[in-house]
């Protein structure tokens, strides 16, 4: 079929309010990386690891119940009120890499 034709200027405005609205929501990644984020806070070294997000995707709900599951690591949640943005801390697995050569 046709598809709509759209001017630069359309394209460059709706990009633009899509990036201003992931930065009002604070955090550190966009709500699309979430999960990926999470999942590399897990499998870190046995410390503790603390990420600011914006408000949890579903995606990212999933994942945390996933990590508990499979790898045994519990999020602790910390809301920040005054920005409406989300801590959450826990202790990583400590995944290693097992082909990795030692030099």
Do not use: M, W
Request: hydrophobic share 35%; aromatic share 4%.
């Amino acid at each position: 079929g046709l598809r709509e034709q759209r001017v630069p200027e359309d394209v460059g405005k709706e990009g633009a309010c899509v990036l201003l609205d992931e930065v009002s929501k604070g955090g550190v990644v966009d709500s699309s990386h979430q999960g990926l984020l999470l999942l590399l806070c897990a499998v870190g070294p046995e410390e503790i690891n603390e990420v600011r997000l914006g408000p949890l995707t579903p995606y990212a709900v999933k994942t945390l119940r996933h990590l508990k599951e499979f790898l045994g690591v519990q999020f602790s949640v910390r809301p920040e009120n005054t920005s409406g943005t989300i801590f959450l801390s826990c202790i990583g697995a400590g995944v290693a890499n097992s082909n990795k050569r030692l030099t």
